[in-house]
């Protein structure tokens, strides 16, 4: 597969840390991107579309109070423009205003679309890769319903903050001016106090109110994120439900935390008529204020009838946007309270990461090496307490050791899952902490003991060892696997539908395909990481032979439960307690008599028991009882 570019690594968001003005210039690299003059053009022509649909709405007043002012009994209506009366010219300039208006609106919306909802997807695409870079200990921390849930409503609260904030904030409150301006100019500074005080208890109100929603806003969302979680694992774990018949538990798990959301839900819509109901009043007195004090005017002669319609429409007019500001502001805190979460994850520093200039990996032998290396997960308690050992290029080495010994820990230092504490782990003589974690992937390959696939086909998770490979290096490694004929043998082949985590095949088969996987990624090293101990013996048995031939002429590494899969090891080390207790073949570990030698004899006598009760149910299978005479 040709290597995929990493997008460039864009400033992290915090909601906490700025506020709105700093999320807006952090956000403005994505709507401002660089290489795409086409989305800067149309944010251009955006922002110049709504300028023109301000103007249109800031001059319809005027055509409404020339109509009205026309129309009067007082006026004279002989008038004519062109050859036609005034209030029909007036008529049309106020719908054509309109029509503007709305035009440029839409036009608006049409080309800030794409520029929107490149900056959506541009940030959910780093937030996927930064899930991805963070560490194991993170994953094998998260809940993955919560983790999509939270992805869901951050990509959602961006595109809002990204709409509103951009495209009608700003021209809203240059709308704002221009309509004080008029008021303080045709009416008097009288007007335009109470237009002011108005405006100004209305936005207080908004925001008091808004900000108490906000801690609504976010039990709601953690109530949410709980439900959606344990949705998806009680799902993810069907089988085991069933196998406890704890379905009844678990609706009551899921019905609790949809009660949580349900009672955060009712919170919101209630505190919603609160705020709306609170805004109409306060912008509704002032209101009448203005109106009481066009009437007087009217009456006493210094306004004219279309002052008064003028006044109320300007009124109505500001109502619109002042209404659409509070709601801006609501969808805009709300929006980021959605995104809080997503950027906590966009704040988390990966664990591991390449040096600065790190080179890739070269490999020669590869011989790998582990120079006293000392680990722990928790400072309390040590995993590895000072290993060293090597594993020659092209021999097989194996690790094993009772349940807790650190075995499994050894593949994840290899990976540079985790770094060391102390020591050092070299591949060909360079410390893996020196050169890319890319270039050291792509040089391992892993059988793990739990083989989960990607629900696709049987076909894509083959292919997916060495993605871009042709079908006839696929059906080869899926041979070299020995799950070739199998797969032939089903319906739709190698285009067959595996499930979720390949809930549809069994152990062996799932094993053997991550085999085939890993034959075709072709990797100079090795890690069959307790590869076949969930299987039963009889697979067991199939599967090391496959493994025996992908292993051939690898550096690997085998990490193992079940002693009967090491036996051709060129060394066997043997784990304590995070120490090597013993090393050496099998037979000369057998001829120890100690710890490799009693773990083997248990392995043994269980596998003889096995064995035993394996043939008497095949025996009581195959005996069949003589028939009775038939009765006569």
Known sequence: MAAVDEAPKQPTVSAEEGGLMRTV?????????????????????????????????????????????????????????????????????????????AGFQQLRDVLFASVG?????????????????????????????????????????????????????APTLVEFVIVGSIFAFMFGLSYLGVLVVTVWLYLWFTIKASNWRITIRRDMNESDTDANSKAIDSLLNFETVKYFANEQMEAKRFDASMARYERSAIRIWTSLGVLNFGQALIFYLGVIAIGL???????????????????????????????????????????????????KLLDQNPEIEDKPGAPPLEIKGPVIKFEDVRFHYDPDRSILKGISFEVPAGKTIAVVGPSGAGKSTISRLLYRFYDVIEGRITIDGQDIRDVTQASL????????????????????????????????????????????????????????????RGLKLSGG???????????????????????????????????????????????????AHRLSTVIKADEIIVLRDGEIAERGTHYRL??????????????????EAEELARRKIADAEGFVKPSLPAAE
């Open 117 to 169: 909802q490149h900056a959506v997807r541009k940030l959910a695409h780093q937030t996927f890769l930064h899930l991805h870079r963070l560490s194991l200990r993170f994953h094998l921390a998260r809940r993955t319903g919560g983790l999509s849930r939270i992805i869901e409503r951050g990509t959602k609260g961006i595109e809002t903050i990204v709409r509103f904030t951009m495209l009608n904030t």
């Open 441 to 500: 992937r792509a040089a391992i390959g892993m059988v793990p003991q739990d083989t989960v696939l990607f629900n696709d086909t049987i076909a894509y998770n083959i292919e997916y060892g060495r993605p871009g490979a042709s079908a006839e290096e696929v059906r080869e490694a899926a041979d070299l696997a020995q799950i070739g004929p199998f797969i032939e043998s089903l319906p739709k082949g190698f285009d067959t539908q595996v499930g979720e």
């Open 293 to 343: 004090m066009a009437v007087l005017g009217v009456l006493d002669g210094t306004l004219t009838l279309g002052d008064f319609v003028l006044l109320n429409t300007f009124l109505m007019q500001v109502y619109r946007p002042l209404n659409f500001i509070g709601f801006v502001y609501r969808e805009i805190r709300q929006g980021l309270t959605d995104i809080e979460e997503m950027f």
């Open 509 to 559: 088969e799932k094993q053997r395909v991550a085999i085939a996987r890993t034959i075709l990624k072709g990797p100079p090293i090795l890690i069959l990481d307790e590869a076949t101990s969930a299987l039963d013996t009889k697979t067991e048995q199939d599967i090391q032979s496959a493994l025996d031939a992908v292993s051939a002429n690898r550096t690997t590494l085998v990490i």
């Open 25 to 101: 210039r952090n956000l403005w690299t994505y709507m401002w991107p660089k290489g795409r003059t086409d989305l800067k053009w149309r944010v251009i022509l955006a922002i110049g579309a709504l300028l023109v649909s301000k103007v249109a709405t800031t001059f319809v007043p005027f055509a409404y109070k020339g109509i009205i002012d026309s129309l009067d009994s007082s006026g004279d209506h002989s008038a004519l423009i062109l050859g036609v009366a005034v209030p029909v010219v007036l008529v049309v300039a106020y719908g054509v205003g309109n029509i503007i208006d």
């Open 590 to 607: 057998l001829a120890r008599q100690g710890l490799y030698a009693q773990m083997w004899n248990r392995q043994r006598e269980a596998t």
